[in-house]
């Protein structure tokens, strides 16, 4: 892997600070639309009913930057043959594509604990909705603050 | 009025308590502890440094321990001089060279290397590979102190980096000082201004999503006040490196920080 | 070539359920960042992630635009017999990077 970073010069700079300094590090330029976070679960999930609970969704309360927050997701499950769960995707509903990871796993997993660190487009509830091996659905959310920083250089 | 003082009198005995730190440490920034940019940060983010494992600035240490101790070419690997390794040297750069009498960064001590014994070409700031070699090099100095020397030769260096230190630029018409030693541990936004030290680079920073030197840092540094960036490895970036190094002389080491 | 880090460990009971860690290095690139000229910059991001152990796939992943830089996961399995423990990951052009660790099960 090579970096390539191509710093600014002085003109781009000039024309684009006034316009940098209200802006500032939106991570991710576009807002969903709403109506993708139910399509992006229906695609999932198809039209069954997702039930609250048995899903931990675990965000800090407050992100000082929104392109690395810590994630991390416990779903209430034996992780037997019998009964296990199949898989859980987390969804935004701020970020311009609102599935943002799905898990695969099954009883060869032994605990449904997954962490990993995610990108926010800005302050949200983040959801995480779990298939269980009976087909049932079931989901988590937590909401995350995210902060701006002082100054910022795209 | 009465929890005020006891308040008061309970800071009294707190800063009683904290051993004075050696007055040069402090050259003329104002604070009375310095602080790292770590003492800045969330308590996720600090969990994120602390964790050795999936702290990310430790890809590149691992690939720079790789490199160090690889043979390129009909070249002599790093490791084949340093046989035992670098513990502590990172601590005390920028640091004059003896045999030409420049001042060198630890980003630009690795090239002259390369050029000098390895007959390697220099690697360019920010690549992956130099990246890689100084953050494997300043880990082995991890949590000793800051010990630049500013005597000598380096004198007029270190002039002229506080000189950029202290002189106002850019659009926004602001200098370093006026940040990092009149405002430091005050918001601006959702930070915290820190008191500018760069014990922690090369550190891994969320906005760069990478892992930069503190060269890059002073560049973006420049670009936040509107002022026209030096390139990379200029002299005049290396003088105030030396500058920051001396100004936090007696902190801890802490690369491959974490840093917003 | 992409440094990577795995944490699993050496030794492990049979039944016993370990936890796994992998970190790569790999910029996931989202696609809706511009350049500093205005210039889009194309996604480039690591799309999928398997982990395999004693002959299945025990955990995997589809990533997308939204999992942060040099992607980092911890998650579990059951130890059921001594063998290599494999981790892949593939980007959306279809290259991929590989790593394995031994375990031991007693």
């Given at each position: 892997m090579t970096s390539d970073l191509s710093f600014p010069e002085r003109r781009t700079l000039i024309r684009l600070g006034a316009a940098s300094m209200i802006?500032?590090?939106?991570?991710?330029?576009a807002l969903a639309d709403p109506a993708d976070l139910t399509s992006a679960q229906r695609r999932l999930f198809g039209d069954r009913e997702i039930k609250q609970g048995r899903v931990t969704l675990k965000l800090p309360?407050?992100?000082?930057?929104?392109y690395s927050v810590p994630l991390s997701v416990d779903v209430d499950?034996?992780?037997?043959e019998s009964d296990h769960v199949r898989q859980i995707a987390i969804f935004s509903p701020?970020?311009?594509?609102?599935?943002?990871v799905r898990f695969e796993l099954g009883?060869?997993?032994?605990?449904?604990s997954v962490s990993t660190r995610i990108r926010l487009g800005g302050t949200q509830t983040v959801q995480a909705v779990a298939e269980l091996s009976d087909g049932s659905l079931w989901s988590g959310a937590a909401k995350t603050v995210v902060t701006l920083a002082a100054c910022v250089v795209l | 009025m009465i929890r005020l003082s006891g308040l008061g009198l309970a800071l009294v005995a707190v800063a009683a308590c904290t051993p004075a730190a050696p007055p040069e440490t402090h050259?003329?920034?104002?604070?009375?502890r310095l602080q790292s940019g770590?003492?800045?940060?969330?308590p996720e983010t600090q969990a994120l440094q602390d964790d050795t494992f999936s702290n990310p600035g430790y890809l590149w240490v691992d690939r720079g321990a790789e490199l160090f101790n690889t043979s390129d070419a009909d070249a002599p690997s790093c490791a084949s001089c340093h046989t035992t390794g670098l513990?502590?040297?990172?601590?005390?750069?920028?640091?004059?060279?003896?045999?030409?009498g420049q001042l060198l960064n630890l980003e630009g001590r690795i090239n002259t290397c390369r050029e000098r014994h390895q007959h390697l070409p220099a690697l360019d700031y920010e690549s992956d590979a130099l990246r890689a070699l100084s953050a494997y090099i300043a880990n082995q100095s991890h949590g000793l102190p800051l010990s630049v020397d500013i005597s000598g030769a380096a004198a007029t260096h270190y002039a002229n980096g506080r000189d950029y230190f202290f002189t106002r630029r850019g659009q926004l018409n602001l200098s370093c000082h006026q940040c990092?030693?009149?405002?430091?541990g005050k918001r601006l936004r959702g930070d915290t201004i820190s008191q500018?030290?760069?014990?922690?680079?090369?550190a891994y920073r969320l906005e760069w999503q990478t892992l930069g030197s503190l060269q890059r840092r002073i560049f973006d540094c420049d670009t936040g006040v509107r002022a026209e960036p030096l390139p990379l490895g200029s002299q005049t970036y290396i003088d105030l490196e030396l500058y920051l190094s001396a100004r936090a002389n007696g902190l801890a080491m802490e690369s491959p920080a974490i840093r917003r | 070539m992409a440094s990577i880090r795995l944490s699993v460990p050496a030794t492990a009971k049979r039944g016993d359920v370990i936890e796994l860690k992998a970190l790569i290095q790999h910029p996931?690139?989202?696609?809706y960042r511009r350049g500093s000229r205005g210039e889009a910059i194309p996604r480039n991001i690591i799309t999928r992630f398997e982990c395999r152990y004693d002959g299945e796939t025990v955990f995997a992943a589809d990533f997308h635009p939204g999992i942060a830089a040099d992607p980092f996961l911890t998650f579990h399995t059951r130890a059921t017999r001594s063998g290599p423990v494999l981790f892949r990951w593939t980007d959306q052009h279809g290259e991929s990077w590989q790593e394995t660790a031994m375990l031991t099960v007693t």
């Open positions: 802006v500032s590090a939106i991570p991710l330029t309360a407050i992100a000082e930057n929104g499950s034996p992780m037997t701020r970020n311009p594509i609102a599935e943002i009883p060869r997993a032994g605990r449904a | 050259l003329d920034a104002p604070f009375e770590y003492d800045f940060l969330t513990a502590g040297v990172a601590a005390s750069y920028p640091a004059i060279d003896s045999d030409s990092h030693d009149q405002n430091a500018g030290h760069g014990n922690g680079f090369p | 996931m690139e989202s696609g």
